[in-house]
């Protein structure tokens, strides 16, 4: 129920800035404004995740919106859907997850939580393999408060880039 308030408070309190970041986009470049990368989220099943398109020749404005996390916006769609949460650990693709699950035998219990639009982060901001598993073993509300709290803090302009 928060996930979706949530979202549809993200979307709302968002649109205004959405429909200048969509104008702005189309001023400097063409092709897609919008992009479905395929995620594995709850219990692996695949799903269609919406995020802006980022084109292979970015230009400076696209490189500021993917480091500012508004490419993932979009994303709030998929938590509408239930496909996602807003906090959870990070949206990868089958392929990343064949990739990444090798030679880690819990690699499994990030399939027990939905991908998040935004996801939890070690001690120094940083994403991090283990915080994600220890966002799943300990989730509560105040956890994901304390998540959305460093995000805000810390998180917004962030690469990335990485697992532990």
């Known amino acids: ?14 649109l205004p800035i959405g429909l200048l970041l969509i104008a ?22 695949v799903f269609g995740r919406w995020r802006l398109h980022q084109p292979e020749r970015e230009t400076v404005f696209d490189r500021v919106l993917w480091l500012a996390g508004l490419a993932d916006l979009p994303s709030a ?38 991908p998040g639009m935004i996801w939890p982060r070690a001690i120094e901001g940083e ?11 300990q989730w509560s509300v105040f956890v994901d408060l304390k998540v959305a709290g460093l995000y805000a803090t810390q998180g917004l302009f962030r690469e990335e880039q990485g697992v532990d």
């Open 77 to 114: 769609v998929n938590v509408i859907d239930g496909d996602m949460s807003l906090i959870g650990p990070r949206p990868r693709s089958p392929a990343q997850h064949a990739y990444l699950g090798q030679g880690r035998p819990d690699y499994g219990r990030r399939f027990q939580a939905r």
């Open 1 to 14: 129920m928060l996930d979706l308030l949530g979202a549809v408070l993200v979307l709302v309190f968002f």
């Open 24 to 45: 702005a986009i189309r001023c400097s470049r063409s092709g897609p404004i919008f992009a479905r990368d395929e995620t594995a989220g709850l219990r692996g099943r």
């Open 127 to 137: 994403p991090s393999w283990s915080a994600e598993l220890d966002y799943i073993d």
